[in-house]
């Protein structure tokens, strides 16, 4: 692995300020990298991005960006940083179009380099420039996935977080999004996703975190994971041994 741009160490953070749902969680994710964590419910996954992008409470853990200590910064500075986050649920506005989404999207963007970035988004999502002006309300789970996407890229993140990006979605239009993930590291992109279908968010992975009560399990390839009978049988599908309560 490269040197990691977005690294989390020791992460404590929660909902509630003194009841932690993540315990000394650390991750790393480097440039044109993807990295999954996966785990049970309840094993503080979407915790710990929601920490990381200054939405829920930090309680202590470093967070270093492009070496930068950006630890405990709320949500609109993180932007500002270069970190984009798209959320599982309300992740685009439904009464808006898909160009007014991304205009939204890009309210830290100068008007001189607005333009630029709405070709740019078009070219990568097509499907998002033939349907520029339909409402959100009509679009497909999938394409509110990739208009959730471009809406993030418009700031011209260097790191990307996504929680369940495929949540809900077919099998083919989960292949079309982790598709378009991949897509992304080309751009040098890192990218940093939770995921529950998780073999198939493995396979598409540089590196998984495994997590399991707030705490980080294991960690290793594709490969590695996959092919370990007691991971398989206890995370990836199997019978799950570390059921934890809380949130996920």
């Known amino acids: 692995m490269s040197e990691p741009i977005l ?14 749902i993540v315990h000394g969680v650390s991750v790393d994710v480097a440039p044109g990298e993807i990295v999954t964590i996966v785990g049970p419910n309840g094993a503080g996954k979407s915790t710990l991005l929601k920490a990381i992008a200054g939405l829920v409470v930090f309680e202590s853990g470093t967070v270093t960006f492009g070496g930068r200590d950006v630890s405990g910064r709320p949500a609109h500075e993180m932007v500002k940083s270069g970190i984009g986050f798209v959320p599982q649920t309300g992740n685009i506005f439904t009464n808006l179009s898909i160009q007014e989404n991304l205009i939204v999207g890009a309210h830290t963007v100068s008007r001189a380099d607005l333009r630029l970035r709405l070709q740019r988004a078009y070219e990568h999502f097509p499907v998002l ?14 394409q509110r996935q990739m208009l959730a996407v471009a809406r993030a890229l418009m700031t011209d993140p260097k790191a990307i977080m996504l929680d369940e990006p495929t949540a809900g979605l077919s099998p083919k ?10 897509r992304l590291t080309e751009l040098n992109v890192a990218v940093l996703m939770v995921e529950q279908n998780a073999k198939a968010a493995i396979r598409i992975s540089n590196r998984a975190y495994v997590l399991t009560e707030g705490r ?29 309560s809380g949130a996920g």
């Open 7 to 20: 690294s989390a160490r020791d992460i404590v953070a929660g909902y509630v300020h003194g009841l932690p």
């Open 129 to 142: 420039a033939e349907r520029r002006a339909s409402a959100g309300r009509v679009l497909s789970g999938g």
């Open 173 to 182: 239009v989960v292949a079309d999004v982790f598709a378009d993930l991949r």
């Open 216 to 244: 980080n399990y294991i960690a290793g390839t594709p490969e590695a994971l996959l092919n370990d009978p007691a991971i398989g049988e206890a995370f990836l599908g199997g019978r799950r041994t570390a059921q934890a």
